[in-house]
């Protein structure tokens, strides 16, 4: 795949306007949505024991909830407290469950890819971290020698130099980090106080620590934000010149979100403000040598995502997008969200209920669903489009055993209105998603999704 052709982007506003909607962000197919508590944990037991003839290696995500204090803007899973204590608690049946989890999988399946997120990682205690990695080496067969892709989130405001010594010690190779805004106004009205020179200080600490990525996530259409404020702030993180950028569109969504009502919504930025804020991301970003990845992604081209998605082997899961398509995905943690064989599977909410399963010696099981042969095949088809914005009719076809143009045949007549817009071009082999579409390639995907015309009050963020 041409890299600088994959990449281009053209920003019509026009377009945009047209199919502005929302949607889902396809971090799995079926989506949440779907999941039921008909899905047991004796199902996922048996579906994990099964998976091992698979022989793929192993991909773990633990779910640290704890946070400090709150920014205003935050959807996710978190616990706000400031007794550190809590974690302990929490850590004990956190390793209780890597204990049940390991026991499903064989010791032979190596665990290529690791993730900590939250909630903040970062704020258990050294000697939690170092018990809590230990655990997992204990029950699962980690890779040494920077062979894995072993990742956290970390909150610069807490993680200084000796802490993330302490990460790259552990095994850690890549860093992500928050950021949202460096204007003290919008810090301000989100309740997220992070000067710069605290960011600066993390990443220098992670290039010196020998840190094989850094990741900044950037927010725009929050409160107090202008055109010309994210300007500045664009201008200071290419400073900074991470690896890779995730620039969000905020989605505000208080009666979901009760912290989100702690935001004036009055001091939102208008949709053509954030419009114009989203075009100058683009336009600053790809000049400065960035490769689009796609839905709010941009990485360097010699960055493992760009370098994935040339390969035709990038992939997208709950943790966005993924190096690796042929793992399966453990889950550990309370809310934590996995995929295992042609399941997926999420965990209880509530610290309560993750801790009565565990001390119980249970998993914490609360819902899942098991994909049938319709699912896999939209899965793919969704996958494909969303990391390489092409679609070989035939390939597809074949690995599932259809006839994909009167199979998709209902789906194929929908996207030529999409072709006649510009978004992508259709013709009997396959689907090329043109640079006008690829804004707007979550539009495309919900074409294949057979769950969105019966999802009665699902609530989706805006495709743009």
């Known amino acids: 795949m041409d890299t600088a052709a994959s990449s281009q982007i053209v920003f019509d506003p026009a377009l945009i306007a047209r199919y502005d909607t929302s949607g889902p962000r396809y971090t799995s197919y079926p989506t949440a949505v779907q999941f039921h508590e008909r899905f047991t944990a004796a199902d996922y037991g048996a579906l994990a024991r099964a998976s091992n003839a698979s022989g793929k290696p192993l991909s773990l995500y633990l779910h640290i909830p704890f946070c400090d204090t709150v920014c205003f803007y935050c959807a996710c899973n978190k616990i706000i407290t400031r007794n550190r204590r809590r974690a302990g608690p929490y850590l004990q049946r956190l390793c209780r469950e890597i204990e049940l989890q390991g026991a499903l999988f064989d010791r032979a399946r190596p665990v290529v890819q690791l993730h900590w997120g939250g909630g903040t990682p970062t704020f258990i205690a050294d000697d939690e971290m170092r018990?809590?990695?230990?655990?997992?080496?204990?029950?699962?067969?980690?890779?040494?020698?920077?062979?894995?892709?072993?990742?956290?989130?970390?909150?610069?405001?807490?993680?200084?130099?000796?802490?993330?010594?302490?990460l790259r010690e552990l095994g850690f190779n890549r860093?992500?980090?928050?950021?949202?805004?460096?204007?003290?106004?919008?810090?301000?009205?989100?309740?997220?106080?992070?000067?710069?020179?605290?960011?600066?200080a993390a990443i220098a600490a992670a290039r010196r620590e020998g840190f094989r990525s850094v990741s900044v996530d950037l927010i725009y259409g929050l409160p107090r934000q202008t055109v010309a404020s994210f300007e500045r702030t664009l201008t200071q993180i290419l400073e900074l010149d991470p690896d890779r950028l995730s620039v969000f569109n905020y989605a505000h969504l208080p009666e979901l979100f009760k912290t989100q009502k702690q935001i004036d919504a009055?001091?939102?930025?208008?949709?053509?403000?954030?419009?114009?804020?989203?075009?100058?991301?683009?336009?600053?970003?790809?000049?400065?040598?960035?490769?689009?990845?796609?839905?709010?992604?941009?990485?360097?081209?010699?960055?493992?995502?760009?370098?994935?998605q040339r390969a035709g082997t990038l992939y997208r899961n709950f943790q966005g997008y993924s190096t690796h398509a042929d793992c399966d995905l453990v889950a550990l943690g309370a809310t934590s969200i996995g995929m295992v064989g042609d399941s997926y599977s999420q965990n209880v909410k509530t610290l309560d209920a993750y801790y009565r399963h565990l001390d119980a010696g249970e998993l914490p099981l609360l819902r899942g669903v098991h994909l049938d042969a319709d699912d896999r095949l939209r899965r793919e088809v969704i996958t494909r489009l969303l990391c390489h914005f092409t679609l070989d009719f035939a390939v597809v076809g074949a690995a599932h055993a259809v006839d994909f143009a009167r199979y998709f045949a209902p789906e194929l007549a929908r996207l030529a209105a999409m072709a006649d817009d510009g978004l992508l071009v259709l013709d009997a082999r396959g689907i090329r998603v043109q640079p006008a579409g690829r804004l707007l390639i979550r539009n495309i995907c919900m074409v294949f999704d057979r769950y969105l015309q019966g999802a009665k009050g699902a609530r989706y963020s805006k495709v743009i």
């Open 131 to 166: 018990a809590l990695m230990a655990a997992t080496r204990e029950h699962f067969t980690l890779l040494d020698g920077d062979r894995g892709e072993y990742s956290i989130e970390i909150d610069p405001r807490e993680a200084d130099a000796a802490k993330i010594g302490l």
């Open 175 to 200: 860093l992500s980090m928050g950021v949202q805004d460096f204007d003290p106004d919008v810090q301000v009205a989100v309740n997220r106080i992070q000067p710069k020179a605290v960011t600066l």
């Open 266 to 308: 009055a001091a939102l930025p208008s949709a053509a403000d954030k419009l114009e804020i989203l075009k100058r991301v683009i336009t600053r970003l790809t000049e400065a040598g960035y490769v689009y990845i796609g839905m709010d992604h941009f990485a360097k081209p010699d960055d493992e995502l760009a370098v994935a």
